[in-house]
C-alpha cells in the first residue's frame, strides 16, 4: 500500500493558492514545455513520504500516527514560488513555507521518528517544507526564470495547522486519489 504522511489544507489556503498556480501556468502557456499541475483539491504538504508499505504492516503505521501530539496548534506561511533543483532544467515548481517553519519541521521529526520506530525508511535527506504546485514533463532551463520573475512577492496564503494526516495513496491514468487512514492532532491549548 503506497503512504504518506500530509498537513492538510483548508479551503482558503486551497484557494489563495489554486490563483498563485494559474498565474504561474499562465506565464508557462507559451512554453514548449510540459507541466502536470497538481489539482487543487488534491494538494498537500508532504511531511513524510513512505511508499509502497506492506499490507501487513499497514494497522502499525495507523497505530503509530493515530496517537495526538502534546503540541499547540500553530500557522504557517506560504511564500516564495520556486523550482527542483537549482540548475539546469527544472522538475517541479513549488511553494515555500516561511513563517512558522520551525515549527512544521518539528512535526515532520515527530513524524518521521514514529515511522522509524516501526522500521520503516524515511527519506534521509533533509526536510525542506514546501508544497509542490506542478511538475515538468519536459522542461527548458529558461523556465526556471518564467517561473521565477512571475512569483509573486510575499505571502501567498497562511494554513492553519492543527495535526498530520496518513494517507493511501493510489495511482491511476486520471490521477492520484488519496484516502485518509489515520491523524495525529495536535492538542496542547
Known amino acids: 500500500m503506497r503512504l504518506f504522511i500530509a498537513v492538510d489544507l483548508d479551503d482558503n489556503a486551497r484557494a489563495a493558492i489554486a490563483t498563485e498556480q494559474t498565474r504561474i501556468a499562465a506565464v508557462l502557456a507559451g512554453s514548449r514545455s510540459t507541466v502536470t ?3 487543487p483539491d488534491r494538494m498537500h504538504l508532504t511531511l513524510v513520504f513512505l511508499g509502497e508499505v506492506d499490507d501487513t504492516r499497514v494497522a502499525a503505521v495507523v497505530a503509530s500516527i493515530s496517537r495526538d501530539l502534546d503540541a499547540a496548534p500553530f500557522e504557517i506561511v506560504l511564500e516564495q ?4 533543483p537549482a540548475h539546469g ?14 515549527r512544521l519541521t518539528g512535526l515532520q521529526l515527530e513524524m518521521a521518528r514514529r515511522v522509524r520506530a516501526l522500521d520503516l525508511a524515511v527519506e534521509p535527506r533533509p526536510f525542506h517544507p514546501h508544497l509542490t504546485l506542478g511538475r515538468w514533463r519536459s522542461a527548458r532551463s529558461s523556465d526556471r526564470r518564467k517561473v521565477v520573475s512571475a512569483a509573486k512577492p510575499g505571502r501567498i496564503a497562511r494554513l492553519p495547522v492543527d495535526g498530520a494526516t496518513l494517507y493511501h495513496s493510489r495511482l491511476s491514468s486520471s490521477g492520484p486519489s488519496y484516502t485518509p487512514l489515520a491523524r495525529a492532532t495536535l492538542l496542547r491549548v
Open 89 to 102: 532544467a527544472p522538475r517541479a515548481v513549488w511553494i515555500g513555507v516561511g513563517d512558522g517553519a520551525d
Open 37 to 39: 499541475w497538481v489539482k
Open 81 to 84: 514560488i520556486g523550482t527542483f
